[in-house]
DNA sequence: AGCTCATGTGAACGGCTTTTACATGAGCCG
DNA sequence: CGGCTCATGTAAAAGCCGTTCACATGAGCT
């Protein structure tokens, strides 16, 4: 009974009678502070106060845990996702640069799940339901640039909305990946994350023939080509 | 002795001779075999013909055969991002977007650095001569944005080079860590993660007020606005 | 009440990391 | 050449982890 920690939870008897979620929520607990790669299967269950065989009960092995938490931190940011993008509201270049945000925060402020989805060396094609989950997440991005594409300029070749998206997520998966998280990687910066990663979408755009100076929405106005007024990096000197 | 493999090499005494660079060379092979959490000191002494103890009179622990890795990993980035770059022959953008490519192919082609460099999970500040080795891969990126930013077009604001740096590093490694190993992480895509990167930040280079699709090298000829002609992501239908 | 099956336990195996005391022999010094 | 010394390697052991298996428990159904 050595593993038996009583850690100010209630009394149990001989089952737990919630393990799989009191499992999961020591893993990422432990993943948040250890990496994916401290985390131990023997420590969770230690966590939640049984036996180290115990787990074996609801995931096949510590790759299945993992993958677990992979695919339910999809699925919170699919929705945080979702929800920053509104369905382009106000208007659909800020709707998108909220986008970007909520992706850094994501990162940020769930590192156990970040680290989970995109940094545990799972094969993605081993899980087909961790793979469709991390798709739908995916899919957010592929609208909201199907929508940013579709207002592009006239007078311009319109940018393929798939290209768009991959582009917008390796920036940010870039950006989070090596500046993103506090602790890990941390590099001196002479922005934030966030601004870094704000600007370069916004170059980006305006690399597409976007005004990104001003928020239509969905009138696209005058036509004085992009680059004769201040960049989105602030001041010039 | 079952450890003992006589796996072709040269037979030995009681003294190895060269353990430490045997350790190196078996721990990349397990690397880019297992990935950097698959990868066990014990398989690596095994590998290397000694017992499990040996690797401990070369390196403290096994996080330090890692970050021995990961710095060799950096040096030679840097000789092949340095090579790529050529200082900027023959002219600035083709040599960037050749710097832009060796990126690609370093992470492709030497995945098991790569990972150790980028996904080992490994504080960078604990190792002072490894974030050192980092930074200075990184500065020849940082070169290069350097010599680019002083061709940005005359009339605009110049864009901080050290931001330029970062943005490309960030898209750089998020293509690459998303799309690059063929193995790992595959995901369905339209187009090659080379052909992605490049548009990628053609179109960025382009948002910055850069006319890519010339090469004057140092000459700014003409005024035409960009955007006027066929996009860097081939034939608009 | 009794049965059954999901869930948890204990013990055990093999492997890994790391430490410690000991063995070997390469290189140096006289 | 002979002997010393110290870097380098070995053996053994402790402690941890993942995983499996036979067995125990008791929740829920009939």
Redesign the interface.
């Known amino acids: 009974m050595s593993w038996r920690k009583d850690q100010g939870r209630a009394e149990r008897g001989y089952h737990h009678g919630n393990l799989k979620e009191a499992l999961l929520q020591a893993a990422l607990d432990l993943i948040s502070k250890k990496?994916?790669?401290?985390f131990t299967f023997a420590d969770a269950a230690r966590m939640a106060g049984v036996s180290p065989a115990a787990p074996y009960r609801h995931f096949r092995d510590r790759d299945e845990l993992i993958a677990s938490i992979a695919q339910r931190g999809f699925e919170q940011f699919e929705s945080l996702l979702t929800q920053a993008w509104d369905d382009g509201r106000p208007d659909t270049v800020t709707a998108f640069e909220r986008v970007g945000k909520a992706y850094l925060a994501f990162a940020r402020e769930e590192p156990a799940f970040y680290?989970a989805m995109?940094?545990s060396?799972l094969?993605?094609?081993a899980n087909p339901t961790l793979m469709a989950a991390s798709e739908r997440a995916f899919a957010i991005i592929r609208a909201a640039a199907e929508r940013l594409a579709a207002l592009a300029?006239p007078?311009?070749?319109?940018?393929?909305a798939?290209?768009m998206a991959?582009?917008i997520?390796?920036?940010?998966?870039?950006?989070a990946?090596?500046?993103g998280r506090g602790?890990?990687?941390?590099?001196k910066?002479?922005?934030s994350p966030e601004e870094?990663?704000e600007?370069?979408v916004?170059?980006?755009?305006?690399?597409?023939?976007f005004r990104t100076d001003q928020r239509p929405g969905t009138a696209a106005a005058d036509d004085k080509?992009?680059?004769?007024k201040?960049?989105p990096?602030g001041k010039?000197k």
Chains 1, 2 share one sequence.
């Open positions: 990496g994916p790669a401290g680290s995109f940094e060396g094969p993605p094609d300029p007078g311009m070749p319109r940018p393929p798939m290209m991959l582009h997520w390796s920036m940010s998966h870039g950006v990946s090596l500046f602790d890990a990687a941390r590099r910066l002479p922005m870094l990663l600007a370069e916004l170059i980006y755009l305006r690399g597409l023939g080509p992009a680059g004769e201040a960049g990096w010039p």
